[in-house]
């Protein structure tokens, strides 16, 4: 058995440890044949050599990343030892700082996360739109923000237009009390939120106010041209035909647009069909046109929210196999 000492002393090791030791107890699990102690400073690895080099580079990962940031968050520690390969570490640690999509307020630096994040960068730097569609927590609002920031701030485009469908308000707001902004801005947060991460507080109210930046219910883009403009559809699934279809043929000159949904959460009345599905099966193969699919290993909220997005497929597979065996059942001759 061989053993190896690792000092923490760039870092604080309360926060590397995480409250009640959480971070250590994942760094246990995730190297079951190694002896694992932590005092004070220190981290002691016993066990094969073979295991103890794995773990250390994992830790030093976990260091820099710490070193960089200040601070870490059990996601994130989480998705670090989860990293088997070089594109999964480039994710977390800085080896090319061109990755970087913006700089935010205190120095936040706002990134693709994952490879299908990165996925979707490469295609919105390529095509004028981009389908990225993926269960809740997997970052495409966020990453489609970021992109519709760095280009306003590298004046590729004018102006900034976000929009999504108020349908848990069937998009008629007149029974919510205040003014207009007043009943959408709860339909709307999710987007002011991105926006916090990215821009100053100053400079965000001041590109509201002059409309560089505009968020709107998507029944007030009926009408209009949207050139010169990154526009981003959040929430698609929560579209029918015609609305996305509107708004895809409001696109004007030197204009990009992104279109995110989520297909397992569609608020829409049971009557009605979401026109995602439609958009996506018309549009896939048209040149200029990008379709990018998120899951799972892409989430980058709490890492409880992954094992719950696997639980509800795992649930929702079996649901499907048992009414497709129904249907066959149902369908076989009766024997007489």
Do not use: W
Request: glycine share 6%; with cysteine.
């Amino acid at each position: 058995m061989t053993e190896s000492i690792i000092n923490l002393e760039s870092v604080n090791p309360i926060e590397f440890f995480g409250v009640n030791n959480g971070k250590l107890e994942m760094l246990k699990k995730k190297f079951p044949l190694l002896k694992i102690l932590s005092r004070g400073t220190q981290v002691k690895l016993s066990g094969a050599q073979d295991q103890i080099d794995i773990a250390k580079e994992k830790i030093n990962l976990l260091v820099q990343y710490m070193q960089r940031n200040g601070n870490m968050s059990e996601n994130y520690f989480e998705q670090i030892l989860g990293g088997d390969d070089d594109k999964s570490v480039d994710n977390f640690v800085d080896k090319n700082p061109n990755d970087v999509l913006v700089f935010g307020p205190n120095g936040k630096t706002v990134r693709a996360r994952t490879q299908n994040q990165k996925l979707m960068v490469n295609a919105c730097d390529k095509n004028d739109i981009v389908f990225a569609i993926g269960p809740a927590g997997t970052g495409k609002t966020y990453t489609a923000v970021a992109l519709a920031v760095r280009a306003l701030k590298n004046k590729l485009v004018k102006k900034i237009i976000l929009t999504r469908p108020a349908v848990e308000a069937g998009e008629s707001l007149g029974f919510l009390p205040g003014d207009l902004k007043e009943k959408i801005d709860p339909y709307l947060r999710p987007l002011y939120d991105a926006l916090d991460d990215m821009i100053p507080a100053d400079k965000l109210g001041y590109y509201m106010q002059t409309r560089i930046i505009e968020i709107a219910p998507l029944a007030y883009m009926r009408g209009r041209t949207l050139d010169n403009a990154f526009i981003i559809l959040d929430e698609a699934q929560n579209t029918n035909d015609l609305q996305i279809k509107m708004f895809l043929t409001r696109i004007g000159p030197n204009a990009k647009a992104i279109i995110t949904g989520d297909p397992t959460q569609i608020d829409l009345p049971k009557n009605q069909q979401s026109g995602l599905f439609k958009a996506t099966r018309l549009l896939r193969n048209i040149d200029g046109i990008s379709y990018i699919e998120l899951d799972e290993e892409d989430v980058v909220r709490h890492r409880l929210v992954k094992s719950i997005i696997k639980a509800y497929n795992k649930d929702d597979l079996k649901t499907t196999k048992e009414k497709e065996a129904k249907e066959k059942e149902l369908k076989q001759p009766k024997s007489e």
